[in-house]
């Protein structure tokens, strides 16, 4: 009679996936991604300033083994500090060394610059695609879109995808970066919360009235005038701002700061004049000073 299997040993050799995490690091071009509305397995990393070198050193305090994906957006700021290209390819090659010493299964999606106001990066863009070329069996991919997606039909980069300063990106420009990310590795589950909300031009975008609390928007009903009810906290818009006299009544002669003084003092009182008089401080008498005092 032949023997049954022993159901207790799994003979299964299947390499079962694990779930997908992405690190998402590079210069302060990401810091506008907001990762509410990316995956939840990824972790965005983002430094004001960042070079290769500083990149090399912060990427080397992560466990890369937790990770199945890791995105490069940097040398921007090299460029625009006129790094030696030489100097530059060598370290970006040191770059993917580390990441694939940390973890040799671990994708890398290299990033292309973005152009920038302040430097050329078309240099830079040839030395990242001959590094992804180099690492190509080792599961590096080099992201063309990243550049590309930023050139109007002219090839000429749009403004609405950039700042005040022609370096970092706009609202729109995030978004169009990540994109061109998501075709290369898919980060993105609703673009609508992927990027942090620009500031309103008065500070908080909490203060515009259209996101206020409900309870405290419609107060007219009950007010014998129309005017508007602004909770306590919440600045009044401009054009509701009450006319500042100040200026007025010093001119008038009623600020303690006026320099006219034609005009009676009102709030002064009744002891005005006893007060402009002149008062010995030994006596305590009116109407002499302590040089002319008789009472010593």
Same mark, same amino acid.
């Given at each position: ?9 799994? %003979?299964?050799?299947?390499? =079962? ?8 690091? /590079?210069?302060?071009?990401?810091? @506008? ?6 995956? +939840? ?24 083994? =937790? ?5 490069? #957006?940097?040398?921007? +700021? $090299? ?11 060598? *370290? #970006? $090659? ?5 990441? *694939?010493? @940390? +973890? ?7 990033? *292309?610059?973005?152009?920038? !106001? ?17 690492? *190509?069996?080792?599961? =590096? ?20 995808? #950039?700042?005040? $300063? ?35 031009? %008065? ?21 014998? $005038?129309?005017?508007?009810? &602004?909770?306590? !906290? ?22 303690? +700061? ?23 401080? &030994?006596?305590?008498?009116? /109407?002499?000073? =302590? ?6």
């Amino acid at each position: 009679m032949p023997e049954e299997p022993d159901l207790s040993i799994n %003979n299964d050799t299947r390499v =079962v996936p694990r779930s997908k995490s992405v690190l998402l690091i /590079g210069d302060s071009i990401l810091k @506008g991604v907001n990762t509410r509305g990316l995956q +939840n397995g990824v972790q965005k990393h983002s430094t004001s300033g960042a070079t290769l070198y500083t990149l090399n050193d912060e990427i080397s305090r992560y466990d890369l083994k =937790v990770f199945s994906h890791v995105v490069i #957006y940097i040398g921007g +700021n $090299d460029m625009a500090n006129n790094m030696d290209i030489d100097m530059f390819q060598e *370290k #970006y $090659d040191q770059l993917i060394g580390v990441i *694939k010493c @940390g +973890n040799s299964d671990c994708e890398i999606t290299m990033c *292309k610059i973005a152009p920038r !106001g302040d430097a050329d990066v078309s240099a830079a863009n040839a030395s990242i695609a001959r590094i992804a070329e180099h690492w *190509k069996l080792q599961g =590096v991919q080099c992201s063309d879109n990243t550049h590309d997606l930023f050139l109007d039909k002219q090839g000429i980069p749009a403004p609405r995808f #950039y700042g005040p $300063d022609s370096i970092h990106l706009s609202h729109a420009g995030t978004k169009r970066l990540l994109d061109a990310v998501n075709r290369s590795c898919e980060i993105v589950t609703d673009y609508k919360k992927c990027v942090f909300t620009p500031q309103h031009r %008065n500070g908080n975008p909490a203060m515009n009235s259209a996101n206020l609390p409900q309870n405290n928007v419609n107060h007219t009903a009950n007010r014998a $005038d129309s005017t508007p009810y &602004h909770p306590r !906290g919440y600045d009044r818009p401009n054009y509701m701002r009450q006319p500042d006299n100040r200026n007025a009544r010093r001119a008038n002669g009623y600020g303690h +700061n006026s320099q006219n003084r034609s005009q009676p003092r009102f709030n002064r009182g009744p002891s005005s004049e006893f007060q402009s008089q002149k008062r010995c401080y &030994h006596c305590l008498m009116v /109407g002499h000073l =302590v040089a002319d005092c008789w009472n010593f």
